[in-house]
């Protein structure tokens, strides 16, 4: 049975960083692409970035360009998402979500339920 839990979420001062993680079971990571998405409260979810089988990076939103970076350890079979100089806009329900197969490209074939990051003062 596939699935992704993710953790880390939390409340975080404007600037401040969290690292997300999402640990993946019943299914091999080395050979799907994996990625970050968010739901903002009233607003659509939406892609943040997303990492291949073999390490390369996709952003779907260049406001993280340079604060968000996604990493994998396959043998953990988990993925992370760390976020630096975080703002208030980054407030939302972030989800990771496994790929169809090795590229970003493919659709999304099973969500995470999502863990909550709150940027506030």
């Known amino acids: 049975q596939v699935q992704l839990v993710e953790s880390g979420g939390g409340l975080v001062h404007p600037g401040g960083s969290l690292k997300l993680s999402c640990a993946a079971s019943?299914?091999?990571?080395?050979?799907?692409?994996i990625g970050w998405s968010r739901q903002a409260p009233g607003k659509e979810r939406e892609g943040v970035l997303c990492i291949n089988s073999s390490g390369g990076t996709t952003y779907y939103v260049d406001s993280v360009k340079g604060r968000f970076t996604i990493s994998r350890d396959n043998a953990k079979n988990t993925v992370y998402l760390q976020m630096n100089s975080l703002k208030p806009d980054d407030t939302a329900i972030y989800y990771c979500?496994?790929?169809?197969?090795?590229?970003?490209?493919?659709?999304?074939?099973?969500w995470g339920k999502g863990t909550l990051v709150t940027v506030s003062s």
């Open positions: 979500a496994v790929r169809t197969g090795r590229h970003c490209r493919l659709s999304v074939d099973h």
């Open positions: 019943g299914f091999n990571l080395d050979y799907y692409a």
